[in-house]
């Protein structure tokens, strides 16, 4: 009997330390990318230089090291933890007869295999094209013997055999479509601030379990896995705060170091929902290393993006693995673990304090004549209750500060 099963590709994985970042942890992260790609890692390989070489990144002495390695651990993939040029990558592949990807191309796969919703796949094709356009001068052969593999996947794929106008021409398609599909997520974040529902947008490195606190909060049955990258498409939910507000919850693609600047440019408008955000819950994942650093990186994007100044809740979870943190006293500081369900509360609490009060909870006694203040209330507030009384109506509502001075003389002060 034949194994019909597809073998997963098997690479070397090749960075090179400059000194510009750490190199050890940023290759680390790119086996946990090749991972989610379906690659499985054969070795890696690091070399410390003063500047990647500009033929071939790193020196052809461990250029043949990779070559002799490849064979001996029959590994068809090189993939480098940088950006190669079209040339750097015909020189390496034909040094090496292996075929060549980058970090970049690595993350726009993955981006073409999880992307769902009609605009997720436009915002990776148009990416993909970005990136590949450059790029054609210098492509080989050696791609397609991965035989529709990593680095040929996705919408994209076909228009490496296309000419540049051609590609250009989709390129200006695409970007029309992301406009529209824009114009359209814009209108909707601003009926809801004309609705005055507040938003607040779940933000983080890749894999830190935004999706999974999303479910928890509100059921929403959005993927949760255990892999880079596992939610592309936005998804929003309505959550109840306790003191009867609604808030509009949107959970947002995950972020990584190095984040190519064309997935930056391409999801643009879905990385817009932080950016317009009342506050941001800012995921991190208690149990890792390098909890610290993730949160640097995840500051310093949104930062870029124009988030910097929106208020930010800090949510450590995983706290279910790491038993021995305590908490912290800070009112932006919430543990918990979104897998087993505790610390919700203290979370949803934590949001009702840093979103802007513009509503107020309060206990009325309206006069009988002036019950047609209760439609006004309830317009752009909430009545949880009404009680007919022979002084009046007593209503426990939610009350908008646009209407809040109408009934201010009507409210009961608490005993």
Not at 278 to 287: E, K, P, T
Not at 334 to 356: C, N
Not at 375 to 382: H, I, P, Q, S
Not at 390 to 412: F, M, N, Q, T
């Amino acid at each position: 009997m034949h194994d019909t099963m597809e073998k997963a590709p098997r690479a070397i994985l090749v960075g090179v330390d400059t000194g510009e970042y750490d190199a050890e942890l940023s290759l680390a992260e790119l086996e946990e990318l090749a991972a989610t790609a379906g690659v499985e890692t054969a070795a890696t390989t690091l070399q410390k230089r003063p500047k990647p070489d500009a033929a071939t990144v790193v020196g052809s002495g461990r250029l043949q090291d990779i070559r002799a390695s490849a064979e001996e651990l029959e590994a068809g993939l090189l993939i480098f933890d940088c950006e190669l040029t079209g040339s750097q990558t015909r020189n390496i592949e034909d040094a090496t007869g292996c075929a060549v990807i980058d970090r970049t191309t690595l993350i726009l796969d993955i981006f073409a295999q999880r992307a769902r919703s009609s605009e997720g796949r436009v915002q990776v094709e148009l990416a993909q094209l970005r990136y590949r356009l450059p790029r054609l001068a210098g492509s080989s052969e050696a791609l397609s013997r991965l035989g529709g593999g990593i680095g040929t996947r996705g919408p994209g794929e076909t228009k490496l055999e296309t000419d540049r106008r051609h590609i250009r021409s989709r390129i200006q398609k695409l970007e029309e479509e992301l406009e529209e599909l824009g114009r359209r997520r814009q209108r909707q974040r601003a009926r809801r601030k004309k609705d005055g529902v507040p938003t607040a947008a779940i933000v983080g490195y890749t894999n830190v379990g935004k999706s999974t606190l999303l479910n928890a909060l509100t059921d929403a049955g959005v993927l949760a896995e255990d892999k880079l990258f596992a939610t592309l498409d936005p998804t929003a939910r309505a959550l109840l705060l306790p003191d009867g507000r609604s808030v509009m919850l949107v959970d947002t693609v995950g972020l990584v170091r190095r984040l190519p600047h064309q997935l930056v440019e391409a999801f643009r408008s879905t990385l817009e929902e932080a950016t317009d955000a009342d506050v941001l819950l800012l995921v991190c994942d208690a149990s890792s290393p390098e909890m610290e650093e993730q949160l640097e990186v995840t500051t310093q994007l949104l930062a870029e993006l124009g988030a910097g100044d929106t208020p930010v809740v800090r949510v450590l979870n995983k706290c279910d693995l790491t038993p021995w943190l305590r908490e912290t006293g800070r009112e932006d500081t919430v543990l918990l673990s979104a897998r087993e369900g505790w610390g919700l509360d203290r979370l949803v609490e934590a949001v009702a304090r840093a979103l802007t009060p513009t509503q107020t909870r309060m206990t009325l006694l309206l006069p009988y004549d002036r019950a047609g203040l209760l439609a006004e209330v309830r317009r752009d507030g909430k009545v949880f209750s009404e009680e007919y009384l022979p002084e009046g109506i007593r209503a426990d509502a939610l009350v908008d500060e646009k209407v809040a001075h109408l009934v201010a003389r009507y409210r009961e002060q608490a005993e």
